[in-house]
């Protein structure tokens, strides 16, 4: 039992994000939720915002831990630069990789990461595209330079 046990675990997909304290993290700061509108809304006044257009296509993480980098560096920031840019995000020369993210703050082992580890590698470094550095791949750890 405890074979099958073991077997079905790792077939499973990663689990990529690790928990973390924000309130031990000097730099994030506590924004506290300010209400927009008191009470609940009437259904007919809520309005509906479809950021799909503005995304890059959907991509597919694999069974690596690796959907914070995920989230953050191909969704996140390449959505990010549509809106600051202009930049078109069907094209992978805009589209970040994760990949480069997550290979250098994984080290070596797919465990997944934490969120506030790969934005401030995206902010402090940068990050590649998917055409220069693709989306998954082997090897899981990388030096600062992404090679």
């Known amino acids: 039992m405890l074979t099958i046990l073991i077997a079905l675990f790792t077939a499973l997909p990663g689990l990529g994000l690790v928990p973390e ?3 031990t993290i000097p730099w994030v700061k506590r924004v506290e939720q300010i209400p927009v509108a008191p009470g609940a809304l009437p259904a007919a006044d809520l309005v509906r915002v479809d950021h799909s257009p503005n995304m890059p ?8 831990g690796s959907c914070v980098a995920w989230a953050h560096g191909y969704y996140h920031m390449t959505h990010n630069e549509f ?3 202009g930049w078109n995000v ?5 589209q970040f990789s994760p990949a480069f993210l997550y290979n250098q703050v ?3 082992r797919d465990w997944g990461t934490n969120g506030s ?3 401030r590698l995206a ?3 940068g990050c590649a595209s998917i055409v ?3 989306a998954v791949e082997e090897p899981l750890h990388r030096d600062s330079s992404g090679c």
């Open 90 to 94: 069907r094209d992978p020369h805009n």
């Open 21 to 23: 304290d924000l309130d």
């Open 57 to 64: 296509p959907i991509g597919n993480q694999g069974a690596q």
């Open 132 to 134: 220069d550095h693709g």
């Open 83 to 85: 809106v600051e840019r």
């Open 117 to 119: 580890v790969v934005m």
């Open 106 to 108: 994984n080290g070596g």
């Open 123 to 125: 902010v402090e470094q």
